[in-house]
């Protein structure tokens, strides 16, 4: 299986990528862990992405489809894997499509008067990577899952959100009707518990 995640920031990709991947044993591929990596790395690619995930803009398509190229040639994708975050534009889809076939595209919908306040009490892991709500965990700043270290992400400001949110609406909500046309759009409805959410994802997985 080939799925590709869709959904604006803060629709509970990540969270649904982890169950997902714990379920399906798929690699879960995020652009924006592979970035923030080489941020902590200070790699050139770092370097670079970091200039534009500051502002909340989206880095350039050809490094970003170089970076997912060499990812899923990788032998661990050869059985599928699960991209959570990638492509975020058409013209990152029409790459995709030149060097791997997608079986489903998962699409979390979310009203976008919920997402804002979703990403600035977002709190995530140093150590195991997931995420958290304020309104669940309250003002502790150690992961209820793993015990690691709770942190803020750099972008999850009001003003970068915003202009992530803006992003989304402007480059990549367009990806639902160019995936709807190719018949291999599913939708579900994100605004819910995280066990909901993942039920009825999983009732679309279980179809493929
Ligand atoms: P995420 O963790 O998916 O919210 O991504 C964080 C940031 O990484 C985004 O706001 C972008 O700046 C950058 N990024 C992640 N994925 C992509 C992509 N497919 N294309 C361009 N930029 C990306």
Not at 142 to 171: F, H
Request: hydrophobic share 35%; glycine share 8%; aromatic share 6%.
């Amino acid at each position: 299986m080939n799925i590709v995640l869709l959904g604006a920031p803060g629709s509970g990709k990540g969270t649904q990528a982890s169950l997902i991947t714990e379920q399906y044993g798929l690699p879960h591929i995020s652009t924006g862990d592979m970035f923030r990596e080489n941020i902590r790395e200070k790699t050139p690619l770092g370097v670079l992405a970091k200039s534009y995930i500051d502002k909340g803009q989206l880095c350039p398509d050809d490094v970003t489809v170089k970076m997912v190229e060499e990812r899923l040639s990788r032998a661990d994708c050869k059985k599928g894997f699960l991209l959570d975050g990638f492509p975020r534009t058409i013209s990152q889809a029409e790459a995709l499509e030149k060097f791997v076939k997608i079986t489903c595209v998962l699409d979390i919908e979310v009203p976008l008067d919920k997402l804002l306040g979703r990403l600035t009490g977002r709190r995530c892991c140093e150590k195991c990577g997931e995420s958290f709500h304020v309104s669940v965990i309250g003002k502790t700043e150690i992961c209820p899952k793993c015990g690691g270290k709770l942190y803020t992400r750099a972008d999850d400001n009001e003003e970068t959100v915003q202009s992530r949110l803006n992003v989304y609406a402007s480059q990549t909500a367009s990806l639902i009707d160019f995936y709807q046309r190719k018949g291999v759009l599913k939708s579900v409805n994100g605004d819910a518990a995280v066990e909901e959410v993942f039920a009825a994802v999983q009732e679309v997985l279980n179809t493929l």
